[in-house]
């Protein structure tokens, strides 16, 4: 069966359309992100009319999408999108009453558990962390052999951190990179070798590496990752075109994206992740599969 999975996140809300045959063997049956920004359209940490608006029109849209390629309702989530937003009930509550769609804000928890279904997949016997970089935090996950050990909800992503560091043409990667060994102060230890990273950023990161490189895999080093950076501030005009061609608003993103990647490898004393297909939105219906078989 066909299931349309919609994610609210901080800076793109995407659709994602997936067979529960094929799900961590196959891309989406369909998919489509939209870069709305509601991190960015934050006043006083509230959610304003006209952004709820865009966010209502964007679930019809993707909605009305879904009921063409199936009859199974939307499940839709936010992440720190609205979890920490001071209006987030009557966001939820509007969303529900024009669009017909309950939405979910769940825990940073809960973000990083179905991250590490996702980036697990059909993997059983590794041991490590998974990481998925949004656009306003970061979840890390301990686990051991499919079992959670312990998890954290780091309140940096790539758009809170490329406003607070790049916006505007500033080049904040030291104090950037600060902030980032500060907040790794309360990641989990590491329980094996696998370091698992996931999101639109882990994957734009590995898309800009490959073009680089004329070997194609799903590994990101260190090394690897810092010619990138390199490259983002250095590469000609005509590269720059060509690979936001490809990227598209995840171009700007690059600096602390690499700056997140790089500073967690660090931490961990470990040169090079690999980068995970799935990720939030294959976890979040692995697990309402599950409990959907536990009521059978």
């Not at 608003?249 to 690499?258: K, T």
Request: aromatic share 8%; proline share 4%; with cysteine.
């Amino acid at each position: 069966m066909l299931y349309p999975i919609i994610d609210v996140g901080s800076n793109t809300v995407k659709l994602a359309v997936l067979d529960e045959e094929k799900l961590f063997n196959a891309a989406p049956v369909f998919f489509k992100a939209v870069p709305l920004c509601l991190g960015a359209s934050l006043v006083d940490n509230a959610m304003p009319r006209e952004a709820v608006d865009r966010l209502c029109a964007l679930i019809r849209e993707f909605k009305a999408i879904s009921a063409r390629l199936t009859a199974i309702p939307p499940i839709a989530f936010a992440t720190a999108s609205l979890r920490g937003v001071l209006n987030r009930e009557e966001v939820c509550g509007e969303v529900a009453r024009e669009t017909g769609v309950s939405l979910e804000i769940i825990s940073g928890e809960d973000e990083a558990y179905y991250s590490f279904l996702g980036a697990l997949g059909n993997r059983t016997n590794q041991a490590g962390v998974t990481v998925d970089l949004g656009g306003g935090s970061t979840e890390i996950l301990a686990f051991r052999d499919a079992s959670v050990q312990s998890s954290v909800s780091l309140p940096i992503g790539c758009l809170s951190l490329y406003n607070e560091f790049f916006s505007d043409g500033k080049n904040g990667m030291p104090a950037c990179r600060d902030k980032i060994r500060e907040l790794l102060r309360d990641a989990p230890a590491l329980p094996g070798n696998a370091i698992l990273i996931s999101g639109g950023s882990a994957k734009a990161l590995l898309s800009y590496k490959n073009l680089l490189e004329t070997k194609n895999n799903m590994r990101l080093s260190r090394r690897q990752m810092e010619r990138v950076l390199w490259h983002f501030e250095h590469g000609s005009d005509e590269d720059h075109e060509r690979i936001k061609g490809i990227l598209r608003e995840r171009f700007r993103l690059v600096p602390p994206a690499v700056a997140v990647f790089t500073e967690i490898l660090a931490f961990y004393g470990k040169t090079e992740a690999f980068v995970c297909r799935s990720g939030v939105r294959e976890g979040r219906l692995k697990a309402f599969l599950a409990e959907k078989s536990r009521k059978v």
